[in-house]
């Protein structure tokens, strides 16, 4: 079978349609998305203020719940992607659904990442790479946080790149993001959380595809 080129145009296009049809569904769960996390955010800024001890203890709890949020966030989205109705309550899925699980993926991804970068900057950002749909994988089927991890790097072998096109596509959105001071993030951030859940499925095609050939 014929293996299809990549396209980002066309998945941006395509996520413009798909936001269209989700109105208001899709800018409500952004916009408590984006508000919780600058909640969390609002916190470490005044931990800071008291002491350094107590903002590494809140910032790490709020990377983890920070993190919790997005696993939630990418559901809802990803079910939107596939032309699905997205609910509020996908937002504290990550809490409610197998949350130990969540947590352990959540802690495995920070530590691999930390050390990649650690060891040396470029392992790290191909790592980054790698990983970029683990909390996508582990939403499918369930999986379990070694399948989660194990097929994100499986799916993005050779795509790194690919990925990387798409996030420098992106940098004038984000810009645009800080400087109307995050009130554009309410259009911006479900758009490219939509492309991002469109190359997700693309790619998940592609291996398909390759699989069945």
């Known amino acids: 079978m014929e293996i299809m080129d990549f396209d980002l145009l066309s998945m941006k296009q395509r996520a413009k349609m798909i936001m269209k049809g989700a109105v208001p569904n899709i800018f409500v769960i952004s916009l408590i998305f984006i508000g919780l996390i600058s909640g969390i955010h609002i916190c470490e ?3 800071l203020r008291q002491n350094v001890t107590l903002f590494f203890i809140v910032y790490i709890f709020g990377t983890v719940l920070t993190e919790l949020c997005v696993i939630g966030y990418v559901f809802g989205i990803l079910k939107i992607s596939r032309e699905k109705e997205g609910e509020l309550t ?3 899925c990550a809490f409610s659904e197998n ?11 920070i530590v691999v990442l930390w050390i990649g970068y650690t060891l040396c900057v470029i392992p790290g950002i191909i790592l980054f790479y790698r990983l970029r749909f683990v909390y996508y994988e582990l939403l499918e089927e369930n999986k ?40 554009a993030g309410i259009y911006v951030k479900p758009l490219i959380t939509i492309t991002y859940a469109e190359y997700y499925d693309y790619l998940k095609g592609q291996k398909e595809i390759f699989n069945m050939g």
Request: charged share 20%; aromatic share 14%.
């Open 99 to 109: 949350p130990m699980r969540n947590i352990l993926v959540v802690f495995v991804k």
């Open 144 to 183: 379990s946080v070694r399948k989660a991890f194990a097929d994100s790097m499986s799916l993005m072998k050779g795509h790194c790149m690919e990925l990387f096109k798409i996030d420098l596509f992106f940098i004038g959105w984000h810009i645009l993001n800080i400087v109307t001071l995050g009130i």
């Open 90 to 92: 996908d937002l504290f």
């Open 45 to 47: 800024g005044f931990a």
